[in-house]
């Protein structure tokens, strides 16, 4: 089988007035039909990663890589014109918060079928009838309804699963969520990830779910890398967190208070500087 | 019986026609870390406010220190005994005051005197050096503010805490940072915290009570003890508990 997407040696980095701050310092990975976790804390390039495979680094900021390549597309030397149909056609991508993601003066529908209509060539009925049946998917009960209101008429795990829903619109092959529900309730969240993780395994794509959270990652995901100050230290199927070799993946997995373990005070994170090497 | 500290009785707030917090009760004893969890709109964050004195309450009673409180008005003795610590650690400091502006307000507002010392002591507390005093608040990561946010409520030396959702802005390696930092700054001094989280595990670490919050009304108050043997009656006390033991796949 050929992988997906296939990232060798990934590097970003950023000049800046001071020097150039390497965000991303060589992530090498392959994916399938697959979901894959990558975790770290803020700063580790883990976003700055899905970004570089999505398209979405900044102008100024330098890329570099042996291979980034999707279904046989290499994207590095891909025209912009040809990012631009991969983006939301093949490749999408949901960000962390709906209230900044979302277009906040388009109706929800008109937003879905905007997606659609960039991709495809769907006419006006057409177009309403996917979004609505698109918003039934993602378990929103009365379509019609949502599909006249505005992103602020609408809750926070409402809001992300329009994004969800207009994402998933155009069929894509890979799905990148970024942080899906770091902005959301305990209880909504679950909502959320229930639905994601159904329509993942509906419609057979491959999903990189980028979170600071490694429990939910690994609950959510069949593999997840570790990442820390631009790099991966660690790559492990969820099924063995327990056997995490890296100081880092421990310190994560033990630095969250649960109900039940008297941990006072709790284990914080020694960073060393070799990791970061 | 210790004494209790923070009484609220009845606690009804209104927003237009909105009720917001339909008769609450709760009380709160001398070193006591109490928890409020619920999800976002059942009045968790309300009712912290409303003993701030951030909102109105139509009617009902609020008492601390053996003190009445009414409305909004609070007076400085108030704020000598309660100090509060928000959600997001970019939006609740100033963002053109630098760190030791910042916390010398307070002090000048209770006419503090030995304020060059407090301030240097208040930032050692809280595990940022001298380095961090003349830096503005945009040159500091989300948990340094965030410990400028705590330094900023404990400089006045309060008895009381009131914290609301202090760390899920943060990264979790982080959360643990902070979360033992207030831990040590309540063993120190003896502080009594009211804790608002939606994170159950965060709430019956920190907490010894906790009341659980729905559409603005207390559903039920428990022991962590309690909570830990599952020794609960509500069935939404049992939902936040699954869902706070993270995503299965069904």
């Known amino acids: ?268 994170l020694e960073r060393k500087p070799e990791w970061a090497l | 019986m210790t004494r209790e500290v923070l009484s609220v009785r009845d606690m009804v707030v209104v927003f237009d026609e909105f009720v917001a917090l339909n008769g609450v009760s709760m009380s709160v004893a001398e070193g006591e870390s109490f928890g409020l969890v619920g999800e976002s709109g059942s009045g968790k964050s309300t009712l912290l406010r409303a003993v701030a004195g951030l909102n109105v309450f139509e009617s009902g009673t609020l008492t601390v220190s053996g003190k009445r409180y009414e409305g909004h008005r609070r007076d400085r003795d108030f704020y000598r005994t309660v100090q509060m610590v928000f959600q997001d650690p970019y939006g609740s400091l100033h963002p053109r005051q630098t760190v030791d502006r910042l916390l010398l307000e307070p002090l000048a507002i209770h006419g503090f005197t030995d304020v060059d010392a407090r301030i240097a002591r208040a930032l050692d507390e809280v595990g940022l050096g001298s380095g961090f005093r003349f830096r503005y608040s945009h040159q500091l990561s989300g948990g340094q503010r965030q410990r400028i946010a705590i330094a900023r409520a404990l400089i006045l030396e309060p008895k009381i805490l009131l914290l609301d959702e202090p760390t899920s802005a943060l990264d979790a390696s982080i959360q643990a940072e902070i979360l033992n930092l ?37 559903v039920e108050t428990v022991s962590v003890e309690a909570l830990e043997k599952r020794a609960f009656s509500q069935d939404y006390t049992r939902q936040l508990l699954v869902a706070s033991e993270g995503f299965r796949r069904t």
């Open chain 2, 182 to 218: 207030l831990e040590q700054a309540r063993k120190d001094r003896g502080l009594t915290f009211v804790m608002v989280s939606h994170d159950l595990g965060v709430v019956s670490h920190m907490c010894d009570r906790l009341a659980v919050m729905r559409k603005g009304e207390m």
């Open chain 1, 1 to 268: 089988m050929t992988p997906l997407l296939t990232v060798d040696d990934l590097r970003v980095s950023f000049p800046t007035r001071t020097g150039t701050v390497e965000a991303v310092r060589g992530v090498s990975f392959t994916l399938g039909k697959e979901r894959l976790g990558i975790v770290g804390e803020s700063g580790s390039g883990k976003s700055q990663t899905g970004r570089a495979i999505m398209g979405l680094t900044p102008g100024h900021a330098k890329i570099t890589a042996k291979t980034l390549n999707f279904d046989g597309i290499d994207l590095l030397s891909a025209s912009a014109a040809k990012r631009r149909s991969l983006r939301g056609k093949r490749v999408a991508m949901i960000l962390q918060d709906p209230k900044y993601s979302l277009n906040p003066v388009m109706p929800i529908g008109r937003q879905i079928i905007e997606t659609l209509k960039t991709h495809e060539n769907v006419s006006s009925r057409e177009g309403r009838e996917r979004a609505l049946a698109m918003l039934e998917a993602v378990q929103i009960h009365d379509p019609e309804r949502v599909f006249d209101l505005y992103p602020h008429e609408v809750s926070g795990g409402m809001g992300q699963r329009i994004m969800i829903a207009m994402m998933l619109v155009c069929g894509p092959e890979l799905l990148i969520a970024d942080e899906p529900t770091s902005a959301l309730d305990v209880t909504v969240q679950l909502e959320v990830l229930a639905i994601l993780d159904r329509l993942v395994a509906e419609r057979g794509m491959g999903l990189i779910f980028i979170s600071h959270d490694l429990r939910l990652v690994s609950s959510f995901c069949d593999r997840v890398l570790v990442m820390y100050a631009g790099r991966v230290v660690e790559e492990l199927p969820s099924a063995n967190l327990a056997a995490a070799q890296h100081p880092y993946t421990q310190g994560l997995l033990n630095c969250l208070p649960t109900i039940g373990s008297h941990r006072h005070p709790l284990p914080v």
